[in-house]
Protein backbone atom coordinates (compact mmCIF):
# COMPACT_ATOMS: atom_id res chain seq x y z
CA UNK A 1 0.00 0.00 0.00
CA UNK A 2 0.92 3.68 -1.40
CA UNK A 3 0.74 5.66 1.72
CA UNK A 4 1.65 9.82 2.15
CA UNK A 5 1.34 11.80 4.96
CA UNK A 6 0.75 15.68 4.77
CA UNK A 7 0.77 17.54 7.96
CA UNK A 8 -0.80 21.09 7.88
CA UNK A 9 -0.76 24.11 10.36
CA UNK A 10 2.79 23.46 11.21
CA UNK A 11 5.62 20.64 11.53
CA UNK A 12 4.09 17.32 12.42
CA UNK A 13 5.91 15.17 14.88
CA UNK A 14 7.64 11.58 13.30
CA UNK A 15 5.48 9.81 15.99
CA UNK A 16 2.24 10.89 14.31
CA UNK A 17 3.56 9.44 10.62
CA UNK A 18 4.57 5.93 12.16
CA UNK A 19 1.59 6.11 13.63
CA UNK A 20 -0.55 6.75 11.37
CA UNK A 21 0.97 4.37 8.78
CA UNK A 22 0.95 1.48 10.94
CA UNK A 23 -2.82 1.66 11.65
CA UNK A 24 -3.26 2.01 8.15
CA UNK A 25 -1.36 -1.53 7.24
CA UNK A 26 -3.92 -3.46 9.06
CA UNK A 27 -6.75 -2.06 6.01
CA UNK A 28 -4.41 -4.21 3.85
CA UNK A 29 -6.25 -7.42 5.11
CA UNK A 30 -9.76 -6.16 3.27
CA UNK A 31 -8.26 -5.31 0.50
CA UNK A 32 -7.30 -7.51 -2.22
CA UNK A 33 -5.82 -4.72 -5.21
CA UNK A 34 -3.01 -2.43 -4.40
CA UNK A 35 -4.63 0.71 -2.79
CA UNK A 36 -3.14 4.35 -2.22
CA UNK A 37 -3.51 6.15 0.96
CA UNK A 38 -3.53 10.02 1.66
CA UNK A 39 -3.63 10.89 5.75
CA UNK A 40 -3.82 14.19 6.22
CA UNK A 41 -3.47 15.81 9.65
CA UNK A 42 -4.05 19.37 11.09
CA UNK A 43 -3.71 20.40 14.54
CA UNK A 44 -5.77 24.07 15.48
CA UNK A 45 -5.02 25.05 18.58
CA UNK A 46 -6.67 22.04 21.11
CA UNK A 47 -8.01 20.63 18.17
CA UNK A 48 -6.92 17.73 16.48
CA UNK A 49 -8.16 16.79 12.67
CA UNK A 50 -7.75 13.18 10.66
CA UNK A 51 -8.63 12.72 7.10
CA UNK A 52 -7.80 9.62 5.37
CA UNK A 53 -8.32 9.43 1.14
CA UNK A 54 -8.00 5.61 0.55
CA UNK A 55 -8.42 4.56 -3.06
CA UNK A 56 -8.53 1.41 -4.47
CA UNK A 57 -9.70 -0.99 -7.23
CA UNK A 58 -11.61 2.30 -8.44
CA UNK A 59 -13.18 2.67 -4.70
CA UNK A 60 -12.77 6.09 -3.13
CA UNK A 61 -13.17 5.96 0.66
CA UNK A 62 -13.18 9.34 2.47
CA UNK A 63 -13.26 9.71 6.39
CA UNK A 64 -12.54 12.86 8.47
CA UNK A 65 -12.39 13.18 12.08
CA UNK A 66 -11.80 15.44 14.83
CA UNK A 67 -10.58 14.96 18.33
CA UNK A 68 -9.21 16.74 21.32
CA UNK A 69 -5.96 14.15 20.88
CA UNK A 70 -4.53 13.10 17.36
CA UNK A 71 -4.22 9.23 18.63
CA UNK A 72 -8.10 9.08 19.20
CA UNK A 73 -8.68 11.11 15.24
CA UNK A 74 -6.62 9.12 13.83
CA UNK A 75 -8.33 5.66 15.25
CA UNK A 76 -11.50 6.69 14.65
CA UNK A 77 -11.10 7.45 11.07
CA UNK A 78 -9.28 4.28 10.91
CA UNK A 79 -12.45 2.74 12.31
CA UNK A 80 -14.90 4.41 9.95
CA UNK A 81 -12.60 3.16 6.70
CA UNK A 82 -12.78 -0.14 7.78
CA UNK A 83 -17.02 -0.19 8.14
CA UNK A 84 -16.70 1.12 4.65
CA UNK A 85 -14.43 -1.69 3.34
CA UNK A 86 -16.24 -4.50 5.24
CA UNK A 87 -19.67 -2.93 4.08
CA UNK A 88 -18.13 -2.58 0.27
CA UNK A 89 -16.55 -6.20 0.41
CA UNK A 90 -20.16 -7.55 1.82
CA UNK A 91 -21.75 -6.04 -1.19
CA UNK A 92 -19.29 -8.24 -3.69
CA UNK A 93 -19.69 -11.55 -1.88
CA UNK A 94 -23.78 -10.89 -1.66
CA UNK A 95 -23.52 -9.80 -5.34
CA UNK A 96 -24.97 -13.26 -6.81
CA UNK A 97 -26.82 -14.30 -10.08
CA UNK A 98 -30.36 -14.13 -9.32
CA UNK A 99 -31.09 -17.69 -9.56
CA UNK A 100 -28.96 -18.81 -6.88
CA UNK A 101 -29.71 -15.89 -5.03
CA UNK A 102 -33.32 -17.35 -5.08
CA UNK A 103 -32.55 -21.34 -4.62
CA UNK A 104 -30.26 -20.28 -1.68
CA UNK A 105 -33.01 -18.40 -0.14
CA UNK A 106 -36.03 -21.39 -0.54
CA UNK A 107 -33.37 -23.61 0.99
CA UNK A 108 -32.60 -21.33 4.07
CA UNK A 109 -36.66 -20.27 4.73
CA UNK A 110 -38.08 -23.86 3.90
CA UNK A 111 -35.38 -25.97 6.27
CA UNK A 112 -34.17 -29.59 5.64
CA UNK A 113 -36.81 -30.49 2.88
CA UNK A 114 -36.16 -28.10 0.66
CA UNK A 115 -32.47 -28.74 0.84
CA UNK A 116 -32.48 -31.82 0.15
CA UNK A 117 -34.38 -31.18 -3.01
CA UNK A 118 -32.09 -28.92 -4.07
CA UNK A 119 -29.72 -31.69 -4.86
CA UNK A 120 -28.73 -33.20 -8.69
CA UNK A 121 -31.86 -34.94 -9.25
CA UNK A 122 -32.06 -37.49 -11.85
CA UNK A 123 -33.64 -36.10 -14.99
CA UNK A 124 -33.36 -39.62 -16.89
CA UNK A 125 -32.32 -43.25 -16.49
CA UNK A 126 -31.49 -45.48 -20.08
CA UNK A 127 -30.33 -48.69 -19.71
CA UNK A 128 -27.31 -49.32 -22.17
CA UNK A 129 -26.62 -52.56 -23.85
CA UNK A 130 -22.96 -52.33 -24.58
CA UNK A 131 -22.43 -53.54 -28.01
CA UNK A 132 -19.08 -54.75 -29.16
CA UNK A 133 -17.74 -51.95 -31.75
CA UNK A 134 -14.18 -50.62 -33.23
CA UNK A 135 -13.62 -47.03 -32.77
CA UNK A 136 -14.91 -46.15 -36.20
CA UNK A 137 -18.03 -48.12 -36.30
CA UNK A 138 -18.56 -45.75 -32.98
CA UNK A 139 -17.81 -42.77 -34.86
CA UNK A 140 -20.11 -43.35 -37.77
CA UNK A 141 -22.91 -44.70 -35.02
CA UNK A 142 -22.70 -41.09 -33.18
CA UNK A 143 -23.08 -39.23 -36.59
CA UNK A 144 -25.94 -40.92 -37.77
CA UNK A 145 -27.95 -39.75 -34.64
CA UNK A 146 -28.52 -36.98 -33.13
CA UNK A 147 -26.73 -38.14 -29.38
CA UNK A 148 -24.28 -36.38 -28.26
CA UNK A 149 -22.39 -39.69 -26.69
CA UNK A 150 -22.06 -43.50 -27.38
CA UNK A 151 -21.22 -45.98 -24.71
CA UNK A 152 -19.43 -49.59 -26.32
CA UNK A 153 -17.60 -52.47 -25.57
CA UNK A 154 -14.24 -51.97 -27.49
CA UNK A 155 -13.96 -55.35 -29.90
CA UNK A 156 -10.17 -55.53 -29.86
CA UNK A 157 -9.98 -54.62 -25.94
CA UNK A 158 -13.30 -55.76 -24.78
CA UNK A 159 -12.99 -52.09 -22.77
CA UNK A 160 -15.84 -50.36 -21.84
CA UNK A 161 -15.50 -46.55 -23.91
CA UNK A 162 -17.32 -43.61 -24.18
CA UNK A 163 -17.21 -41.34 -26.91
CA UNK A 164 -19.00 -37.78 -26.66
CA UNK A 165 -19.34 -34.78 -29.15
CA UNK A 166 -17.63 -31.95 -28.02
CA UNK A 167 -19.34 -28.45 -28.61
CA UNK A 168 -16.75 -27.85 -31.14
CA UNK A 169 -17.54 -30.85 -33.11
CA UNK A 170 -14.94 -32.75 -32.59
CA UNK A 171 -14.90 -36.16 -30.41
CA UNK A 172 -13.98 -37.19 -27.31
CA UNK A 173 -12.89 -40.87 -26.34
CA UNK A 174 -12.89 -42.25 -22.36
CA UNK A 175 -11.79 -45.60 -21.65
CA UNK A 176 -11.92 -47.91 -19.32
CA UNK A 177 -9.77 -50.72 -17.88
CA UNK A 178 -12.49 -53.00 -17.22
Not at 1 to 12: A, D, L
Not at 42 to 54: C, D, P, V, Y
Not at 161 to 174: E, F, M, P, Q, V
Amino acid sequence: MKISVTFRNGEGENWQKVYAEEKIQKLNKYLDTPAEAHIIVSMEKFRNFAEINLSSNGWNINAKEEAKDMHLALDSCIEKIEKQLKKQREKIREHKPKSIRRGKEKSEEGGGEEEESNISKIAETRKVILKPMSFDEAIMEIEGTKDRFIIYRDSSSENVSLIYRRDDGNYALIETNS
